[in-house]
Each structure stands twice: as structure tokens, then as C-alpha cells.
């Protein structure tokens, strides 16, 4: 019980420590860094909704992260909308597009509802490209104003930082407070024994559009918040890279919105702390990869903190709790 109170509240207060490390530096460079992590990990967290607990492999990001991104753009640009309007339009496309291939995926996963994902994120690509009038083409759109709430603007990398882990915090605790529920009860039977939950009770089409949905939702949250960020959006963004970085965070971070944060933040901020080494930060992402292969997907992260939760057990073992447990046992044996 105390450990799901933990969970609760720790996850969410996660952010607020980029913002008290944001204070350790005076850089505008790396308060840009920390705002881009900020970003990365929002679109980390809403994939490890779908891959982490319902596991369902999805590479739609770069379409929901998109969408988020070229809603700030167009609707800033163009029509000088303000901030709600844009979060309300990009959430809104995102869940109807991620709606659309839930139902048409809705009676099969795996692979199929891979590809599936993957092709959407094809044809927003082809959008973006194409649409020139609407988009801008290959050279995007640029000159973003910056973002306003009531009176106050927010211009400086620090101030878009905490606007964005403060966001992200709310994000958080919403996604939190569904996974404790029975919806996270529910998601985790359906990801362990599909057909046992079935026969419990549990209705695995709804399971799945709700976590569809609010997966993309908040993938689309952390497009509008790197258009807000960069003031820059081009087709670059649908690039096979922002799949393998989103997968590899929620590798790195395991089953659970916590370690993909932490994993996000750290594949962003350490390879711009190591950019001394020049090319050879590329290869964290082969040895990330390996990790997962060694680990049989469990995450690193998920790995070490099992070892560490067994050692710690072990130090404060009861050798009698241990002779009553195997007595215990043994009579359970006796016919």
C-alpha cells in the first residue's frame, strides 16, 4: 500500500527536479537541453503507455509528435491562436487518428498493429511534405511566436522548462492515477494472460482504445510543447530516428513511467555532456541495444532495481521466517 502511495506521488514530482537543476547553471544552452529532454521524455512516457503496460509495440510517434508540432506552427502562425486552442487541436487530431487505426486494428496486435502505426506515421510524413501551401514543404515553418498564457510570455529556455515539466507533472499524475486504478489492473492482466482476463470479466477492446488514446494524447502534448520550444517545425521530425530514440528510452527505462523519464533525460542530456568525444556517442544507442537483448526486455533500469530490491531482502532475511516457510511448504506436500 505505501509503496502505490510512493509510486503515486513520486513519478509526477520526477520533472520538478529538471527545474531545480536548471538553477545549477546560468548556460542558455543548457537550459535548451533540459527543455528538449523535457520534450523527448513527455513523448517517451506516452509510448511506454502502450509498449511498457499494454505491450503493444507502436511507431506512430513521430505522426503524433508531428501533429502536436505543426498545430503550434500553423495555428500560431496563421491565426494567432492561443495555447489552448492548439493543445485542444492537436490532442483532438491525434486521438481521432490513433481512434481510426485502433478500430481498424482492433481485433489484432503484435506486428500488424506495428505496421499499422508505422504507415501512419508514413502518410502524416507525406503530408507535411507535400502540403506546401498548408506546411511550408520540406523548409517547414519558422518565426514561431512565443508561448503566451493570459499576460505573461515565455520566452527564455528556463521559462518554457518549467512551463513544460510543470505540464508534464499534471501529465503524470493523471497517467499514474489510471495505471493504480482498474484500468492498470486490467491492462496488466491483458498483458499477461489475454485470455484469462478475458474470461474474468475484462473487455480488452475497450482496454486497448483507452490506452491508445491517451498515448497519443500525450505524444501530441509533447509535439506542441518542441514547437513551443524550437519555434522551428519541419518534415526532419518524421525521421525513422525519433522512433528508435522514443523505443530506446522506453527500453532503457523498463515497464514504468518513472525509469522511461529518467531514461529519457539521460539519453538526451549525457550524450551533449560527452560531445567531447565527438562519434563515439553514437555508440550508447548499439550498447543500449544490446542491453535489451541480454535483459529479454525487461529494461535496465527494471533490472537493476529488482537486483537491488532482492539484495536488500536477502540482507534482512529471518533464517526462522525461512524454517516456518519451508515447513510450511513441506506440509503442503504431505498427502
Not at 492482466?189 to 474470461?199: E, F, G, I, M
Request: aromatic residues 8%; proline residues 4%; charged residues 10%.
Amino acid at each position: 500500500m505505501h509503496s502505490h502511495r510512493a509510486r503515486q506521488w513520486l513519478t509526477p514530482a520526477l520533472p520538478l527536479f529538471a527545474i531545480l537543476a536548471s538553477f545549477l547553471t546560468g548556460s542558455v544552452y543548457h537550459h535548451q537541453v533540459l527543455a528538449l529532454a523535457a520534450v523527448y521524455a513527455l513523448a517517451a512516457a506516452g509510448l511506454s503507455l502502450l509498449q511498457g503496460y499494454l505491450g503493444e509495440l507502436s511507431l506512430a510517434t513521430p505522426a503524433f509528435f508531428g501533429i502536436g508540432a505543426y498545430a503550434v506552427a500553423i495555428l500560431v502562425t496563421r491565426y494567432e491562436a492561443g495555447p489552448l486552442v492548439v493543445f485542444v487541436a492537436a490532442v483532438g487530431l491525434s486521438t481521432v487518428l490513433a481512434g481510426v487505426v485502433g478500430v481498424l486494428t482492433i481485433r489484432i496486435g503484435g506486428l500488424p498493429f506495428a505496421i499499422m502505426t508505422f504507415a501512419l506515421s508514413g502518410i502524416v510524413a507525406v503530408v507535411a511534405e507535400s502540403a506546401v501551401s498548408l506546411t511550408g514543404g520540406p523548409f517547414g515553418i519558422s518565426g514561431i511566436d512565443p508561448l503566451r498564457i493570459g499576460t505573461e510570455t515565455f520566452i527564455s529556455n528556463r521559462e518554457i522548462l518549467v512551463v513544460t515539466c510543470l505540464l508534464s507533472s499534471a501529465i503524470l499524475l493523471l497517467c499514474t492515477n489510471l495505471l493504480e486504478s482498474p484500468w492498470g489492473a486490467a491492462a496488466n492482466a491483458l498483458k499477461s494472460n489475454p485470455v484469462r482476463a478475458q474470461a474474468s470479466g475484462i473487455y480488452p477492446l475497450r482496454v486497448r482504445i483507452v490506452f491508445i488514446l491517451l498515448s497519443s494524447a500525450v505524444i501530441a502534448v509533447g509535439g506542441v510543447m518542441y514547437g513551443y520550444t524550437i519555434r522551428l517545425v519541419s518534415p526532419q521530425l518524421f525521421g525513422f530516428h525519433m522512433v528508435v530514440l522514443t523505443l530506446v528510452m522506453v527500453i532503457l527505462g523498463g515497464r514504468g513511467l518513472a525509469g522511461t523519464y529518467i531514461a529519457a533525460y539521460a539519453l538526451i542530456v549525457i550524450p551533449e555532456m560527452l560531445r567531447a568525444v565527438g562519434d563515439y556517442r553514437q555508440l550508447a544507442y548499439a550498447g543500449l541495444l544490446v542491453a535489451y537483448a541480454l535483459l529479454a526486455g525487461t529494461g535496465v533500469l527494471t533490472s537493476l532495481r529488482n537486483r537491488a530490491e532482492r539484495a536488500f531482502s536477502a540482507q534482512h532475511a529471518s533464517p526462522w521466517r525461512d524454517f516456518r516457510g519451508l515447513i510450511r511448504s513441506l506440509g503442503r506436500r504431505m498427502p
